[in-house]
């Protein structure tokens, strides 16, 4: 069987129904159904295919969604890292949607986050939407805790966009951050650092998230009006 024919032995057309309403920019045609669950174990069985997944991989861009998302399993469990880090480079431009983009995050980098930084500050550069959400999901895993620097915030909160989904990411990383590095991150807050839009969503995640302390939401709930001063 092809890759294509092994994803619609899997496509579940109400679960399309479904991914359809969460990527709604994309053609509801272009959404099989296939679940996360099924998709890894399907990129995990592609292990003793070494010569079919390289061929797919090369094949850009999909025609389906739920190929680009087998498409960032497959790429997530490459070793070693600068293999991997050419498969994302090259996969990345091809990236189309949120869930995509969230979904790739290669189990090396992980172990050598350090690498990746050049990485990092190029895509936090890009003109392409989905290449800057994926830099600012990087720093937010890998770079927030003994990895931390305050160059770091600070060009996240250098970037300006249009687009909702890079602006979204924003605010998710400033709220995580908030959690792990309040001293840090507070005054990009209380000094209005960020565009309007992204201060006050970042607001809304932190006072929602468990991991931010009583004490600093109330202080939240009062600077959550002072971003449309």
Known sequence: MTIEERLRAVADPKNAVFVSK?????????VLGCRTPDLK??????DAEPDAVQEFLQ???HSYFDENQLHAFLIA???PFDACLAEVQRFLPYVDNWATCDQLSPAVFRREAERLLPAIRAWLQSPHPYTVRFGIGMLMQHFLDAR???????????????EYYVNMEIAWYFATALAKQPETILPYLTELRLPQWVHRKTI???????????????LLRELRAAGSV
Request: aromatic residues 4%; glycine residues 0%; charged residues 30%.
């Open 148 to 162: 931390f620097q305050p160059e770091y915030p600070e060009a996240v909160a250098a970037i300006r966009s249009e």
């Open 22 to 30: 969460l990527v709604p920019h994309l053609p509801p045609e272009c």
């Open 204 to 218: 809304q995640k932190a006072i929602e998230s468990r991991r931010i302390p009583d004490s600093t939401k109330s």
């Open 59 to 61: 094949t850009l861009p």
């Open 41 to 46: 174990a399907l990129a995990k069985s592609l």
């Open 77 to 79: 469990r490459r070793r």
